[in-house]
């Protein structure tokens, strides 16, 4: 059982480090955006005065920031998948 | 279930080293008024410093990456412009009026209300404009505005599109030939599509189409923004939050008066004059004070009191932009809605 847990806890590490690569690969003002709002708790309005932009323009950046952390994370997903099947895994993303 | 927002927020690095020490004094000579940011996109105040600190502070969790990201971002907004003027779009042109608030308020109880329950449709389609600064590029010479179209589904999946729009001068006369650093007009500028639970809609429930509600409405918003601060919204806040509204739904004609009757019983607005809009429509100007979010900007927003609708909303810099030689009173940014 602890292992499971141990081995639970490495999967979350190996994701959430995986997942910060993704987000600095991101525009710059892209990954800020993301940064500010989930990381650092400002609201749209807040996020928009600090980046001067409008909040529309943060919401756009939010948008196209997670569709492609959404799709990273799509790509891991089936990747591991595949691993774990030898190779021979060639469903879709769930 | 959409849980890449929860993902996101794990991914935290809270225990990650410090920014740089160059970093945090950079920050905090912004922090102290030593330093201006710069703006990058247009049409914002000053961050305050408040939020500065509150980034600094909370920057200690950044990876190393993602701190030269930010760092870079902010060398940028702290680096001096060139000389040159921004062009800027001619402010509106005003006649006088015999409207007043009161009359107007009376004018959009008055209307018979039997086109009420026809529902407004997701999406949403506006043209703008708005001041870009960057001191990396020189500065535009003419108006490029652009024509921007949202559409989206209730499981908030949809698509998005900006397209440029035709330039022109500060007095909107079109331009021949195209400026060569202009997009040749009809341009897709950006377009995405988004997979269910991505698109990040402001407002994701339908609009009601009576003016209590609609307040209530926007009220939520204003409060999910951190906008609502126990007392009753000003006029600028709630044009904050419809303009927000009127990018991602379109307003049935019900939903509309209701708006406007908002805005119209706020505090905070007054009739400024008569107009003839930038799509050459008639309409009544609301001059709108100046909220904390956009202290230091001057909103106005025309009506069509035939209809009870917004046409468009436009923003001016009170004092102007020193470092970009923008004069005060300049237009910094429009949007209109056909």
């Given amino acids: 059982m602890e292992a499971l847990t141990d081995e639970r806890g490495r999967d979350d590490d190996v994701e959430h480090a995986e997942l910060r690569l993704a987000i600095s690969r991101l525009r710059p003002e892209d990954a800020l955006a993301i940064r500010l709002t989930y990381w650092d708790g400002f609201t749209a309005a807040e996020v928009a005065q600090f980046l001067d932009c409008t909040t529309a323009a943060v919401w756009m950046r939010l948008t196209r920031a997670r569709a492609t952390l959404r799709r990273h994370l799509d790509a891991q997903e089936l990747a591991g998948r595949a691993e774990r099947f030898g190779g021979e895994f060639h469903g879709q993303p769930e | 279930m959409d849980n890449l927002s929860d993902r996101i927020r794990a991914a935290n690095p809270e225990a990650a080293q410090p920014l740089p020490e160059r970093v945090m004094a950079g920050l905090d000579d912004i922090m102290a008024g030593r ?9 914002r105040e000053r961050v305050t410093h408040r939020r500065w600190r509150s980034v600094a502070l909370t920057g200690a969790g950044l990876s190393v990456v993602a701190t030269l990201a930010i760092f870079a971002v902010v060398l940028v907004m702290v680096t001096r412009p060139q000389s040159a003027v921004a062009a800027t779009p001619r402010p509106l042109q005003l006649t006088e009026t015999e409207s007043t608030v009161q009359t107007l308020r009376e004018g959009v109880m008055s209307v018979s209300t039997s086109d009420v329950g026809v529902g407004s449709t997701r999406g949403a389609t506006w043209e703008g404009w708005f001041l870009q600064l960057d001191a990396d590029k020189p500065t535009a010479t003419y108006i490029q505005p652009q024509r921007t179209q949202v ?24 331009i021949h030939p195209i400026p060569t ?7 897709t500028l950006y377009e995405e599509t988004w997979g269910p639970g991505e698109l990040a809609v ?7 189409e009576h003016a209590a509600a609609m ?6 918003f204003l409060d999910e923004q951190g906008l609502a601060d126990g007392d009753a919204a000003t006029a600028g806040e709630y044009l904050f939050a419809v303009t927000a509204l009127l990018q991602v739904w379109t307003l049935s ?9 908002v805005l119209l019983e706020a505090p905070g607005v007054e009739v400024s ?20 979010v956009d202290a230091g900007y001057r909103s106005q927003v025309v009506i069509d009191i035939e209809r009870w609708r917004i046409l468009a ?8 932009i020193p470092d970009f030689h923008v004069p005060a009173g300049s237009i910094t940014e429009y949007t209109l809605w056909r």
Avoid: C, F, H
């Fill in chain 2, 273 to 292: 004059g008569a107009t003839t809009d930038r799509a050459g429509r008639n309409g009544i100007v609301l001059a709108v004070d100046p909220t904390s």
């Fill in chain 2, 202 to 208: 402001p407002y994701p429930k339908s609009p009601p």
């Fill in chain 2, 181 to 187: 650093t202009a997009d040749q007009p009809g341009t």
């Fill in chain 2, 35 to 43: 330093r201006v940011p710069q703006r990058t996109t247009g049409s």
């Fill in chain 2, 313 to 320: 909303v436009e923003r001016s810099t009170i004092a102007g």
């Fill in chain 2, 215 to 220: 307040r209530e409405y926007l009220n939520s």
């Fill in chain 2, 253 to 261: 004609d019900a939903a509309q008066r209701a708006v406007v009757q």
């Fill in chain 2, 151 to 174: 559409e989206w589904n209730p499981d908030l999946s949809g698509t998005s599109r900006i397209t440029a729009g035709a330039p022109m001068t500060s007095e909107g006369t079109s």
